[in-house]
């Protein structure tokens, strides 16, 4: 079980007959979208589905927690924004659900990738095989990954902040 992420434009999907609406993400995928070794789900569309372990990880690793997960990430009744986030609304409070983004969203993802790439230096961002064991994969592994999700997050956020009229991220 996970997410499944959708960064770009609001789009919104239903039914008359059924009363049905929800807010999706158009599918996009872009030539110059970035694109890692061991990712075949991904390549370079908008969407990911992290499980929720490694997204929630992945946002307390590189300072994005308040940001997706507000103060505590508890969801009775509602999370709780952290006072050292500019979001008044955690981006994952409503699951399934969406949120607007804007360019100080960009700005954190950026200053998250920035400061992952001060700390781990170089690295070649992407995947291990997935039947791979630990013990065969690189000790950097992780932050690779992590590198990666970082890289695919900043990419998708800044180009649907810069090309969209309602830039969201929804999470299904």
């Known amino acids: 079980m996970g997410y499944t992420i959708d960064i770009g434009e609001a789009v919104l999907e239903g039914y008359k007959e059924d009363l049905y609406l929800k807010v999706g993400v158009e599918p ?14 991904t390549g370079n ?19 994005l927690y308040p940001m997706f997960y507000g103060l505590n990430g508890r969801r009775d009744p509602y999370m709780e924004p952290d006072p050292s986030c500019h979001r008044e609304t955690p981006i994952l409070a409503e ?3 969406f949120v607007v983004i804007d360019e100080r969203d960009v700005e954190e993802i950026k200053a998250a990738l920035d400061r992952h790439i001060a700390k781990h230096g170089d690295l070649v961002p992407g995947f291990r095989p997935f039947m791979e064991k630990d013990e065969d994969g690189p000790e950097n592994a992780g932050e690779c990954a992590t590198r990666a999700r970082l890289i695919w997050l900043h990419y998708w956020t800044d180009w649907a ?5 309602w830039p969201i991220i929804a999470n299904s």
């Open 28 to 41: 996009r995928s872009h030539e110059d979208a970035p694109v890692f070794d061991n990712d075949p789900l």
């Open 45 to 63: 569309r908008n969407t990911r589905s992290p499980s929720y372990s490694v997204w929630t990880e992945l946002c307390r690793d590189t300072g």
């Open 95 to 97: 699951h399934p659900g």
């Open 161 to 165: 902040v810069k090309n969209c009229q």
